[in-house]
């Protein structure tokens, strides 16, 4: 049997209310009444728009096609092993062989009398699955959070309590088992896939479970070297600064990172950067100064003779 995309036929999203399908259905049938349009294949294109329509339209049929998941356009699958007991007369996958997507679809929408099924009694079908967005705080995803998301159902819009486990990362995907539509004829629930992103934090930047801060260093503090105290998701600590620090150094604080979900932590990585007073007061002055002409430190030593000559052309 092969997969046809409804949704990408009549242009929709695979969680358009049944407002949206029927608007995108009116479009897309005028502009390819075969009385209309002017291409060769508007018949052929017009039909595709109505099976796509006549499935999407019915609850029942939309939440059997909902099942298969998605495919790829064209896609040769075999219907779920249930079917194929209830309505392939135990011939397995060639039961369905010379059977169309849309007539299997009606099919089970008309509950055809399977092994220990009445005649006319409706089919178990799952219920919907949703996916929604949910921004959080790093503070929140490294110790869990609740949130009330909006769901659109089939009855109106309910607002539920979430929970967002600790170790929560960038792009990841929750699922939440049976919060979805209900069933339909004593079908399971169907689940809600969250998608997780974070919203900007003012000090870390996170990459998987470790974080990155920039730490501001005085050239003192980078040259000698010493304890400085930084911020973490929990309480400022100490770390521990080399002596002759260059700036764009990374120094590791293993284990200070966000949380996994599985009793481990990320790292914590501070990017040296080095910063400078920006007004001197005198005696700061006279210290450099002087620093100015005691150190024998060089950092432009790779400009040597030979590269200054070529920089004037010499």
């Known amino acids: 049997m092969k997969y046809k995309d409804y949704y990408a036929t009549l242009g929709v999203a695979r969680d358009a209310d049944a407002e949206a399908i029927k608007k995108a259905y009116r479009k897309l049938a005028r502009q390819h009444h075969p009385d209309v349009a002017k291409e060769a294949k508007a018949e052929e294109r017009f039909k ?15 939440a059997a096609y909902d099942q298969l998941g998605k495919r790829a356009p064209g896609e040769d699958f075999a219907p779920p092993p ?8 135990g011939a397995g996958a060639d039961g369905f062989a010379d059977m169309d997507l849309s007539d299997l679809l009606d099919a089970l929408a008309r509950g055809r009398r399977g092994p220990g099924r009445a005649r006319g009694e409706p089919v178990p079908l799952r219920g919907r699955d949703y996916e929604a967005t949910v921004r959080v705080g790093l503070e929140d995803a490294h110790r869990g959070t ?29 699922r939440l088992r049976g919060r979805g539509a209900a069933g339909r004829h004593g079908g399971p629930a169907g689940d809600i896939y969250l998608h997780i992103t974070l919203a ?7 990459d ?28 400022p600590v100490l770390l521990t600064v080399p002596a002759g620090t260059r700036s764009g150094r990374k120094l590791r604080l293993r284990g200070r990172g966000l949380a996994t979900g599985k009793g ?3 790292d914590l990585y501070a990017i040296v950067r080095i910063d400078v007073p920006s007004t001197l007061t005198p005696r700061e002055r006279e210290l450099f100064e002087e620093l100015s002409r005691a150190s024998p430190f060089q950092p432009r030593a790779f400009a040597g003779k030979e590269d200054a000559h070529a920089a004037h052309g010499t």
């Open 48 to 62: 595709e728009i109505g099976e796509a329509y006549a499935t999407l339209k019915d609850p029942e049929k939309r």
């Open 208 to 235: 998987g479970h470790d974080l990155y801060f920039d730490l501001a260093l005085s050239p003192w503090e980078a040259a000698l070297g010493g304890d400085v105290e930084v911020p973490t998701l929990d309480e």
């Open 82 to 89: 249930r079917w194929e007991r209830e309505f392939g007369g």
């Open 264 to 266: 481990g932590r990320g």
């Open 200 to 206: 900007p934090h003012p000090v870390f930047r996170p």
């Open 146 to 174: 609740t949130v009330n998301l909006d769901v659109e159902h089939e009855d109106g819009t309910r607002t539920l309590a979430v929970t967002v486990p600790p170790g929560a990362t960038e792009g990841q995907r929750l």
